[in-house]
């Protein structure tokens, strides 16, 4: 185990940079893909299913999400005017790469549903549009979580199994409480129910990266992200435990929406300060890779002196 | 025009295995250069003779015009630390060698060259002004020997200096590179890597995907930047500006193969003259990145220089992350069916 070691560093410095990404963009901009990715789905089935109001709802969500998504990614980049330059070339090393890729069409294609909607015309285009916005709307819950997770920081990569879950949760709560509180109850079932499955999966994932990762689990308890995540589950639940009444009462669901909003972008907010917190302690990079180090040159000395005895 | 980039080597099928992570004998032409291209050069800084002139930090400097910057990458501004020598503090953006300063209060058993406090070596003058070791001095001593500089003139206790001269490891299998979504990093026919400035649009991936802290954003710029190994002087024929500068041939420049044979050759005198502590890293090619272009020989544990001690790239994960993404987006997609199925309302 990681506690037995010493821990030296260098003046107290960190060993890798923490991340350059600004707070709120970047945490909103994984929030508003993630809601906008379920939504897409959401809005996909209901116009299937002949749920016109939902479809709206879904549709407008996703559209808003996606643009808004891609608003706060561009503001991030140290150069702005070079966004396209994402689209220079398709990476699968690159979560990032991907993503725009996944982002770029997904966008595109909600915004145009979106517009159908608000213009009430081009029936037939809006269903096209809206089925191929449902198929990136899954990897859009998802891509994100990759993106985090493929950095050197501790707290982030070591919940790099856990984290694609805590999003897709998070995205179908957000999706789904948003929708909800925003569709006359007849029509909201669907959307009450991915709600709760949402926040079920947000939950439970969240604890197992809060929980199943030793030292690096840390962040995610204490200080700032520790406090995040904490108002988050508390939302999460309560607006997960509202939609049993939101079938029943149009407060119940917008409250119930609200809250299961809230809870997704705190979680967000949440898990990006936790990776901060374990990039700037060089105790997060140091402990769990000397442990490693230590283990792999215990094992070596074993083998060797397993086979001097065996020679 | 798109294209599928040569960093995604691991996804078109061939030679697998290595593609992520773990030995590749000739990265150069794994990533598309014809088989005439130069051989891989790196470093070797071999940190046993490094003075702490800095002349390395300011050949870089001047050479690749490097702006001004404190410890913390604030430009234009003038800081000291307080961290002994160190007031360039971490590699960054305009810091592409960084001298890193570590003073050690330890028992004379000390296997360097050492150098005691004024008058203790002869034993004569009684020591008045004990050596000030700054109180977070890193060391793999023992913390009661670390916080109990010598007090007494016996003698018994010697400051050692360690002094290692950073720089971008310019790794087998470069995390930098692979995640960067631009293409921007690219692979040299040096077997180098290289941000592209004009292409760069500051997204900042590259950041924290360094498993060594190399890269980082310049503030009032947007753009990353880190050491090219000096790229444009390697296409003239010279050496790294750094390398030039060394007065102590601390840093070595030269073929990779030819500079591993050199520094296992100084490793094995060093440890016959019974230096303990010495080391090489980065060399090891089944290490976490497939071995480093720029490597060290070290006389403490890499986390005192502030070295990761065990460094992986990320990317060595992305598969399982990717498999994570994938299941995650399908049961986004089937549950939220499910939600629509059998029911009127
Ligand atoms: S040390 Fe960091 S910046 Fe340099 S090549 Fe390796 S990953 Fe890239
Ligand atoms: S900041 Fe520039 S070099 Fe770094 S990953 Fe982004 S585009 Fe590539
Ligand atoms: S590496 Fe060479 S140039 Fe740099 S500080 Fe050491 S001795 Fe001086």
Same mark, same amino acid.
């Given at each position: 185990m990681v506690d037995e070691v010493e821990f030296t560093s260098y003046y107290g410095r960190p060993i890798i940079k923490p991340p350059v990404w600004k707070t709120p963009d970047v945490p909103l901009y994984l929030f508003l893909g993630g809601a906008a990715g379920s939504s897409a789905v959401l809005g996909a089935l209901a116009e299937g299913t002949r749920r016109p109001a939902l479809a709206r709802v879904a549709h407008l969500t996703a559209g808003g999400g996606a643009l808004a998504s891609v608003a706060f990614l561009i503001h991030d980049l140290g150069r702005p005017s070079r966004f396209l330059n994402m689209l220079r070339v398709l990476k699968t090393t690159s979560p990032l790469s991907v993503g725009s890729w996944i982002l770029a069409p997904f966008s595109a294609l909600t915004t145009a549903t979106a517009g159908a909607h608000l213009l009430g015309r081009f029936p037939l285009l809006r269903r096209f549009t809206g089925a191929g916005a449902a198929v990136l709307g899954g990897p859009m819950t998802t891509y994100t979580a990759a993106l985090l997770a493929d950095t050197a920081v501790p707290s982030w990569h070591e919940a790099h199994r856990e984290l694609p879950v805590v999003f897709a949760g998070s995205a179908m709560a957000a999706g789904g409480g948003i929708t909800t509180a925003l569709t006359p109850l007849d029509e909201a079932g669907p959307a009450r129910r991915v709600a709760a499955m949402g926040a079920a999966i947000e939950l439970a994932a969240m604890h197992r990266v809060e929980h199943g990762h030793g030292l690096v689990s840390e962040p995610y308890r204490t200080g700032r992200a520790g406090k995040l995540l904490k108002t988050a589950r508390a939302c999460t639940a309560t607006g997960a435990g509202l939609t049993l009444l939101a079938g029943r009462s149009r407060t119940a669901a917008a409250v119930s929406g609200a809250l299961l909003a809230v809870g997704s972008v705190l979680t967000r907010f949440g898990v990006f300060d936790a990776g901060m917190a374990s990039a700037k302690d060089p105790r997060y990079t140091v402990e769990p890779q000397r442990a490693r180090a230590r283990a792999s040159e215990a094992a070596a000395s074993r083998a060797a002196a397993g086979s001097r005895r065996g020679s | 025009m798109t294209a599928i980039s040569s960093a995604s080597a691991a996804f078109r099928g061939q030679d697998r295995g290595n593609r992520l992570f773990g030995p590749v004998p000739d990265v150069t032409g794994d990533r598309g250069y014809a088989d005439d291209h130069p051989a891989r050069v790196g470093f070797f800084t071999d940190? +046993? =003779?490094?003075?702490?002139?800095?002349a390395c930090e300011v050949a870089c400097k001047e050479w690749n015009l490097l702006p001004m910057d404190d410890a913390e990458g604030t430009v234009d501004a003038l800081g000291l630390?307080?961290?002994?020598?160190?007031?360039?503090g971490m590699l960054g953006a305009n810091s592409w060698r960084h001298v890193a300063f570590v003073e050690q209060s330890r028992a004379v058993d000390l296997p360097m060259p050492t150098v005691g406090p004024p008058g203790a070596a002869d034993g004569q003058r009684p020591l008045e002004d004990p050596p000030v070791v700054h109180?977070? =001095?890193?060391? +793999?001593?023992t913390t009661a020997e670390q916080s109990a500089p010598s007090q007494t003139a016996s003698g018994d206790r010697e400051i050692r200096w360690l002094m290692s001269s950073d720089v971008c490891k310019h790794c087998t299998h470069a995390a930098c590179l692979d995640v960067c979504p631009t293409g921007s990093l690219f692979r040299t026919e040096f077997g180098t890597v290289v941000v592209q400035e004009d292409i760069c649009n500051g997204c900042g991936y590259c950041v924290p995907a360094c498993p060594y802290g190399v890269i980082d954003q310049r503030q009032d710029d947007g753009r990353v930047f880190k050491c090219t190994l000096c790229y444009d002087r390697l296409t003239d024929g010279l050496q790294p500006a750094c390398a030039s500068a060394c007065p102590t041939e601390s840093i070595q420049f030269g073929d990779l193969d030819a500079l591993q044979a050199r520094a296992d050759q100084r490793l094995a005198a060093l440890q016959e003259k019974g230096v303990e502590g010495a080391r090489l890293y980065g060399r090891d090619e089944t290490d976490g990145v497939g071995g480093a272009g720029a490597f060290f020989l070290l006389l403490d544990e890499p986390e005192v220089y502030g070295l990761p001690p065990d460094p992986v790239v990320t990317t060595r994960d992305l598969p399982a992350m990717w498999r994570s993404v994938g299941a995650g987006a399908a049961m986004v997609l089937g549950l939220i069916a499910s939600a629509f199925v059998g029911r009127r309302r």
């Open positions: - | 940190t +046993s =003779v490094c003075i702490g002139c800095k630390t307080g961290a002994s020598y160190d007031n360039t109180p977070q =001095v890193p060391a +793999s001593a």
